[in-house]
């Protein structure tokens, strides 16, 4: 998952995210770890959720979503001014997205797509699509290349094994991908 420079109340912080399962993360925030577990249902992500944060639980309320500027949210009695930095892009956020809610079944999907249909094409390793080069109902080639998948600050272009036409396109550009994950179906 990516780095994220946030300014809560004024004040800059580095958070590191690390997904451990769909509602548990491992996080650094200015380099201080944190054990971080959703504890509420997923119906109930978009307004209002708890967090377990190293073992202590935190009821957290966020607004409806806008379009621009920071958002306000509230954690147990206190509320902040929050806007999201991102690290590899430097631009402000105007909505925190995905919502946590997005993020769960983002997550549920790749776990479900581990196992490779015939014609998928799957990410090789960990990392972030930094550009896709076709869209569904293209035709490729055998060897064509088909996105950018950034990894440890190296850009790897990802082929096609067989030539056919695009099924499905399952990431979107800037979408963290895990090793495994179908990127692509092609027929």
Do not use: H
């Not at 809610?101 to 990392?127: F, I, L, W």
């Amino acid at each position: 998952m990516p780095d994220y420079d946030v300014i809560i109340d004024g004040k800059q912080k580095k958070i590191e995210l690390t997904r451990k399962t769909a509602a548990s993360f491992t996080t650094k925030i200015d380099g201080k770890p944190r054990e971080v577990n959703l504890k509420s249902d997923e119906s109930t992500l978009k307004k209002a959720f708890e967090l377990e944060i190293d073992g202590k639980t935190y009821k957290v309320e966020l607004p409806e979503a806008k379009q621009t500027g920071d958002i306000t949210v509230k954690v147990e009695d206190a509320t902040f001014k929050v806007g999201v930095k991102t690290a590899f892009r430097g631009q402000t956020l105007k909505v925190f997205e995905p919502t946590m809610q997005d993020a769960v079944k983002k997550d549920r999907a790749r776990t479900t797509r581990k196992v490779a249909a015939e014609g998928a094409v799957v990410a090789p390793m960990t990392g972030k699509v930094v550009k896709i080069k076709v869209k569904k109902g293209d035709q490729v080639k055998a060897g064509q290349v088909l996105c950018v998948v950034e990894a440890m600050k190296m850009e790897n272009e990802i082929s096609s094994s067989t030539a056919g036409t695009v099924r499905e396109v399952n990431i979107t550009e800037g979408m963290p991908v895990g090793e495994g994950d179908t990127l692509f179906l092609i027929a």
